[in-house]
């Protein structure tokens, strides 16, 4: 996996983004983390969090909430929790970890769980479980767990884009620059 965007983050040791990640424990004090892995699935953690990476096709959370999003390449990436399993069937769903106690919740598409080695139950998208260590699975309230934008990321990178292309044009209108290459191909300022 790679270390992607972070937002504000604070770990337990120094990590940086574009950091490659092994089978390792990631332990996010706060703030925003996003995690690639080689197949293809994405994760947004949130701080405070503990999540141990066990290959490209599979995490575990200990504590905190992460968002997942795993295309259809992805389908069968597992995440788990306490006494619980979720396969991915090609979606994008919500995870929390808290004292023990896990919530999952579907935001698109469809996944399967098995908790305390019971049935394996199908969820689809807006539905919600609750998952304790202790006791059985009960299907839950949606939206009572807010879970780190996917898009959030996409957002800054956008702003961050934009003010680049202001200070790009800028700095080519400047009568003091003698030369300015964009290396951009359809950039009338670089001919």
């Known amino acids: 996996a790679v270390l992607g965007n972070l937002r504000d983050a604070e770990w337990d040791r120094e990590r940086r983004q574009g950091d490659s990640l092994g089978a390792e424990v990631l332990r996010l004090r706060a703030g925003v983390a996003e995690i690639q892995f080689f197949s293809g699935a994405r994760m947004v953690m949130e701080g405070p969090a503990e999540i141990a990476l066990k290959s490209a096709w599979e995490a575990r ?3 905190g909430v ?19 399993e979720i396969i991915d069937l090609g ?20 996944i399967s769980f098995r908790h305390r080695n019971g049935e394996e139950q199908l969820v689809r998208k807006g539905v919600a479980w609750g998952l304790p260590s202790d006791g059985a699975a009960t299907e ?31 700095m080519a209108r400047d009568e003091r620059v003698v030369a300015y290459y964009t290396f951009e191909r359809d950039d009338p300022l670089s001919v």
């Open 66 to 84: 992460v968002r997942m999003r795993v295309p259809p390449a992805a389908r069968g990436f597992k995440l788990n929790g306490p006494e619980t």
């Open 61 to 63: 959370c200990y504590e």
């Open 91 to 110: 979606t994008e769903f919500g995870f929390e970890v808290r004292e023990g106690k896990a919530h999952v919740e579907v935001i698109d598409g469809e």
């Open 140 to 170: 839950a309230e949606t939206g009572r767990v807010v879970f780190p934008e996917m898009g959030g990321f996409d957002l800054q990178q956008r702003k961050d884009f934009e003010q680049w292309q202001t200070h790009s044009r800028a």
